[in-house]
């Protein structure tokens, strides 16, 4: 077992002309609960589909626990995208069974009681539910499977602060301990808690990897309040997208 | 007892001394067993390799130990534990005198307010 279990190395995607990812240099550990900041168009959503195997570099390289993207990586990844892809006619027993037929690690009793949990019917349609019993109900799939990485797009963007504390708490609780959570957002200051280690993006660079409580104590401040400050000075750059 | 968390300070510096706290005031009592990390970390809303690093800290300030078996069980040593309620009583004794020098008073005249304030 390689010890890091995201390594890449200057890696890039470019969108024609345009780079949405350009040189990063990362390596992330095992057992970790990584955010993956940065404002809108940071590279974090390509970032994410780089690692599920979505899309193809442009160039550099990417491995998960020592592989490059593959069958096999996939197998080991559990990816909450950042919006919906099932079809609204679902209900979310449905999307159990599933999940049940493509991936051997899906734990199905653990899913129904994670809708328990989250106060989800799992009975339910699709289409009947709000945009947060959706999100449960996504979360739910991802978190079920005894995953090595979890890549979580935007887990709590769309919900409001109370059902947010919930998910996040039902992250917590859930993920397979050897295994690693990178959470992409733009809510730090709602996961900042939950965090070893921040990642920020600005531009498709890496501006910053560093563990929550070491920034914490070189700059004397939250995470959210140094975020705020990297971001405001330069209110023109990485929105480009 | 709720887990209060700022923004200023390292987070796990902050749990183990909301740990060390609960410990002196007897929440968990002397040779009790601590929650497990998980436990705590879920109950805290942070993340479980934090809270290792806060309970990895009361090892070493002598206020838990390892057990053999499984977890942490709270010292019975009195003396240690007397000694972090001292150092905890003297932090609330020194906010009081930062307040009271924000207020104007020196410490004399602040110890003074408070003597007539026990009459």
Redo the contacts between chains.
């Keep these: 077992m390689s010890e890091q279990l995201i390594t890449c190395q200057g890696l890039t995607k470019a969108y024609g002309h345009k780079a949405a990812l350009s040189g990063v240099d990362l390596e992330v550990g095992r057992g970790r609960i990584v955010g993956l900041l940065g404002p809108n168009g940071s590279g974090k959503t390509t970032f994410i589909k780089l690692l599920c195997g979505l899309l193809q570099p442009t160039a550099g390289t990417l491995e998960v626990a020592g592989q490059p993207i593959g069958p096999a990586t996939k197998s080991l990844i559990s990816y909450l995208p950042d919006r919906m892809y099932f079809a609204d006619w679902m209900r979310a027993v449905d999307l159990f069974d599933l999940f049940r037929d493509f991936y051997r690690d899906f734990d199905y009793s653990k899913a129904l009681a994670m809708c328990a949990s989250l106060g989800v019917e799992p009975g339910d349609r699709l289409k009947s539910m709000s945009k947060g019993t959706k999100e449960k109900v996504q979360l739910a799939l991802v978190m079920a499977r005894r995953a090595q990485l979890y890549l979580l797009d935007e887990p709590i963007a769309g919900v409001d602060p109370a059902a947010r504390d919930f998910i996040l708490h039902t992250i917590l609780t859930n993920y397979n301990e050897e295994g690693t959570v990178l959470i992409s957002t733009h809510l730090i200051a709602d996961i900042e808690k939950v965090l070893d280690e921040a990642v920020f993006l600005k531009a498709g660079q890496v501006m910053l990897h560093n563990s929550v409580d070491n920034i914490r104590e070189n700059e004397g401040k939250s995470v959210d309040a140094l975020f705020r400050e990297i971001f405001r000075a330069t209110p023109m750059e990485g929105g480009e997208f | 007892m709720d887990w209060k ?1 700022s ?7 902050q749990l183990s001394q909301q740990l060390a706290r609960r410990i002196v005031t007897g929440i968990y009592p002397p040779g009790s067993r601590l929650p497990s990390v ?1 436990e705590l ?2 109950a ?7 809270m290792q ?1 806060a309970l990895a800290q009361l090892e070493q300030d002598g206020l838990a130990k390892a057990d053999r078996t499984a977890g942490r069980l709270v010292t019975q040593d009195t003396t240690i534990l007397e000694a972090v309620r001292t150092a905890e009583a003297q932090i609330v004794i020194n906010q009081y005198f930062d307040a009271m020098a924000e207020l104007g008073y020196s410490q004399q005249e602040a110890a003074l307010l408070l003597r007539e304030e026990l009459k």
């Design positions: 968390l923004d200023d300070r390292p987070i796990w510096l998980r970390a879920a805290a809303g942070v993340n479980p390799n934090t690093r």
